[in-house]
């Protein structure tokens, strides 16, 4: 488990929303989502801690918080979170041995997401839930439903090729 950590970002769709982020997260990296805005990113974060009305003219905010230690910001993250598309990742774990399905510990390809308000893993599907996502090698499908199966639930979705 050496070096598992957990990444998260999420956007900020009102005033209020990027105040309570930036309040959570004094650390994080807070700026417009739009690249070609001129507002830096110290700015976002100055007017977002005054509570400045300006900060409504760069919205939507997006909070990027990269390689914490696990437990770190998850509790925070989800208080904070408003309706603006997401996730947090879980990352550089190894998946256990499951021998009862004759599965050996795997060291690569072992990635959980919590895709925030969305149902697909980049965000582009806005929904009002979030959606998990297991990551694994190709093949390796009853390694994704063994954790789903710990928490008494199943995949619903069909394997996806992707990251």
Known sequence: MDGFHVSASVQALTAAEAQRMVA????????SADPSSAVSNDEVRAMAVAGDPRVAEVLPVELHLEDRPVGSIEEAFFEVVG??????????FHWPAVPELGLEARHKDAHLQVAVNSLDVCGDVHAAVHTV?????????????????????????????GY
Do not use: C, K, Y
């Not at 959570?24 to 700026?31: I, K, L, N, Q, R």
């Open 24 to 31: 959570a997260f004094p650390d994080g990296v807070v700026g």
């Open 133 to 161: 996502f297991l990551h694994f090698r190709s093949g390796d499908e009853d390694r994704a439903e063994w954790p789903a199966q710990q928490v008494g639930l199943r995949p619903v979705g069909p394997v996806e090729l």
């Open 83 to 92: 309706a603006g598309t997401g996730s947090i990742d879980w990352d550089w």
